[in-house]
């Protein structure tokens, strides 16, 4: 079983900044990627950035321009940079990848415990 561990997160004042990092017992994000997601208190859980095996990133609206994935060339760890920060940016933070196991595609998927965010002045 794999172990994604978030760290890094806290408590900040609107406009700063945090860094999360996450770190996979076994090297997987540079085979199959990963992804960071939110939850907020009341919220679903949504996406907020995604880093591919290539490299090629995406963003939520929400963060692009201010969020920054990445990851050295072992991609293990990954880091969220997270500037600029917003009250609506408070949530925990959960990494995420999914592993394909089979040539049929079945998968399987891994979530860290969470590391929890605040914005708050």
């Known amino acids: 079983q794999v172990q994604l561990v978030e760290s890094g997160g806290g408590l900040v004042q609107p406009g700063g900044s945090l860094r999360l990092s996450c770190s996979a017992s076994r090297n997987i994000f540079s085979r199959n990627g990963m992804a960071w997601y939110r939850q907020a208190p009341g919220k679903e859980r949504e996406l907020v950035a995604r880093i591919t095996s290539s490299g090629t990133t995406y963003y939520a609206d929400s963060v692009n321009g201010r969020f920054t994935i990445s990851g050295d060339n072992a991609m293990n760890p990954v880091y969220l940079q997270m500037n600029r920060l917003k009250p609506e940016d408070t949530a925990v933070y959960y990494c995420?990848?999914?592993?394909?196991?089979?040539?049929?595609?079945?998968?399987?998927?891994?979530w860290g415990q969470g590391t929890q965010v605040t914005v708050s002045s």
């Open positions: 995420y990848s999914r592993v394909v196991i089979s040539v049929e595609g079945a998968a399987v998927e891994h």
